[in-house]
């Protein structure tokens, strides 16, 4: 048990929706980071909050976005959700700002869309 | 932005042999090198990283290798165990992300 708990496990939805997936981190925590898993391209990082404020973006599509609530949780959002969004989207958690430190992964949620 | 290159992309081994796994990055700056092991079904978990400022790293049964002149790293596993089987990922810490490989299957056979 890494100590990053993500919900839901599974998500099915259709071609247009929109959809929340949560994340909370690591107790003492303070960073956050949303990697999407999918067969053809590996983990691609999309985006980092830390301490409740953006501090880096990757490869994340204008309709996804993601917040990190005062209580350190975060959230994704993915909305007008196609059929290639359909992957594993993991949280990470490590304790301070830099990407130079170990990151520890929850268990992810797999969205498939129909 | 950071290229992180990985190979072999599956490795086949024979239990209690070695297996050596290759990573190469593009960006000079990179200074953390972690590697991860994803089951099937399951989370990335960190087993072994590196900082820029050290050449090797030992836990047990598996070492990190850095040459930073090359810029390139690699994983050592010793005496392979059915359960080494997995899916294993390097990365590198650039400025403003970490840059995953596109891992490595390795599987172990009894």
């Known amino acids: 048990d890494s100590g990053v708990t993500q919900t839901p496990k599974h998500l099915i939805t259709a071609t247009g929706q929109r959809v929340t997936l949560r994340c909370s981190p690591r107790s003492g925590d303070l960073s956050v980071y949303w990697y999407q898993q999918s067969l053809d391209q590996g983990l691609q990082f999309l985006i980092q909050?830390?301490?409740?404020?953006?501090?880096a973006k990757g490869n994340i599509l204008e309709r996804f976005s993601a917040q990190q609530f005062p209580d350190l949780h975060s959230e994704l959002n993915l909305s007008s959700l196609e059929l290639g969004d359909s992957a594993l989207y993991f949280c990470a958690s490590s304790v301070d700002e830099g990407f130079n430190q170990p990151q520890h992964f929850g268990d992810g949620t797999r969205l498939s869309i129909l | 932005g950071e290229n992180v290159e990985q190979h072999p992309s599956t490795l086949s081994v024979q239990e209690g042999d070695s297996a050596v796994i290759k990573c190469t990055y593009s960006?000079?700056?990179?200074?953390?090198f972690p590697w991860y092991k994803q089951e099937l079904g399951k989370r990335p978990q960190l087993i072994i990283d590196?900082?820029?400022?050290?050449g090797e790293k030992k836990d047990q049964r598996i070492a990190v290798t850095l040459n930073k002149t090359a810029k390139h790293f690699s994983l050592h596993i010793t005496e392979t165990q059915p359960e080494d089987s997995a899916v294993y990922f390097c990365?590198?810490?650039?400025?403003?992300?970490?840059?995953f490989g596109k891992g490595t299957k390795l599987s172990v056979i009894p």
């Open positions: 909050y830390y301490n409740g404020e953006e501090r």
């Open positions: 960006d000079s700056a990179s200074n953390y």
């Open positions: 590196i900082r820029s400022n050290v």
């Open positions: 990365a590198a810490s650039g400025s403003y992300q970490l840059t």
